[in-house]
């Protein structure tokens, strides 16, 4: 396997298998990706529908969850990571979908010393609702993007490359729904901080780390990019993180380390994380990781 999406998810099991679908018909990237579904703990029928899904996927499908306990997107990435196995990692959400090149463009762009990301497309709920995952098997999903969205990407893309091309710290900024990365790389920093609980932050924190380490970040905004789903905002949800916890924390460390404390090695010390195996190729069952 050449790359390894990472899928994080909580109870959105409709928007999972529109997700799934698009990675189903990524083109030319047959036989070089895993995926593994990161669950932050959800009590309805996501599983199941995984289970369901596995037998139609020509990938490598895993499923790590544990007890829900608030917003925990960095223990579900980190979680996801330690479960995967190829040597370059894909972050994107269960409430996204992804263009039939994604993939492809992604190992298109990877370099030594860079981490490729951009935001990603934002749709509202009328037109999320009729995107079902027929539309995306055999259409063109780019074509439910309104031109204002278009343009928006485009614009950002141009900007990313002028922030790169300045060497301009912090910029392009990255955002958790497409971050591409090697695994040395996340190593080396231990992951995503479990102290971030909670929407928001983690992805910046990730990215100051990342800038320690001497990484620059590469947008490939202009290449390809996510398309959102529509969804009520996240309880933690505040715009600009303003009034949260994360913002102190992440405000407090001043002298922020490279390697994080509470991180990717942890993933062994958690008795109560759950991994299936391989949903493609074993009958379901749970076990301790």
Request: with cysteine; glycine share 6%; charged share 25%.
């Amino acid at each position: 396997m050449d790359i390894a999406v990472i899928i994080s998810t909580f109870e959105r099991p409709g928007h999972l298998e529109r997700c799934l679908a698009s990675l189903a018909v990524q083109e030319g990237v047959a036989d070089r990706f895993e995926v593994v579904v990161t669950d932050d703990g959800s009590r309805d029928k996501t599983l199941q529908i995984l289970t369901t899904l596995a037998r139609h996927v020509a990938f490598p499908l895993r499923f790590t969850t544990h007890k829900h306990d608030g917003f925990r997107l960095a223990r579900c990435r980190n979680e996801g990571v330690a479960a995967s196995t190829a040597p370059y990692i894909l972050f994107t959400d269960g409430d996204c979908i992804l263009p039939r090149d994604h993939l492809r463009q992604h190992l298109a762009a990877r370099r030594l010393g860079w981490v490729v990301g951009s935001d990603c497309a934002r749709l509202d709920e009328a037109t999320s609702a009729r995107i079902d995952t027929g539309a995306i098997l055999h259409g063109d999903i780019e074509r439910f993007v309104p031109r204002s969205e278009s343009r928006r990407i485009r614009l950002k893309g141009l900007r990313a490359k002028a922030y790169q091309w300045a060497h301009v710290p912090m910029r392009p900024r990255l955002s958790g729904n497409n971050i591409a990365l090697w695994r040395d790389d996340y190593e080396q920093i231990n992951g995503f901080d479990e102290q971030f609980i909670g929407w928001g932050l983690e992805d910046r924190d990730l990215q100051c780390r990342l800038a320690r380490l001497g990484r620059r970040v590469n947008s490939i905004l202009l290449t390809t990019a996510p398309i959102h789903l529509w969804h009520p905002p996240a309880p933690s949800f505040a715009r600009n993180n303003s009034g949260t916890r994360n913002l102190d924390y992440f405000k407090s460390l001043h002298a922020r380390p490279m390697r994080c404390v509470d991180g990717l090695v942890k993933f062994d010390e958690r008795p109560e994380t759950i991994l299936c195996p391989d949903l493609t190729t074993a009958a379901p069952g749970r076990h301790a990781a």
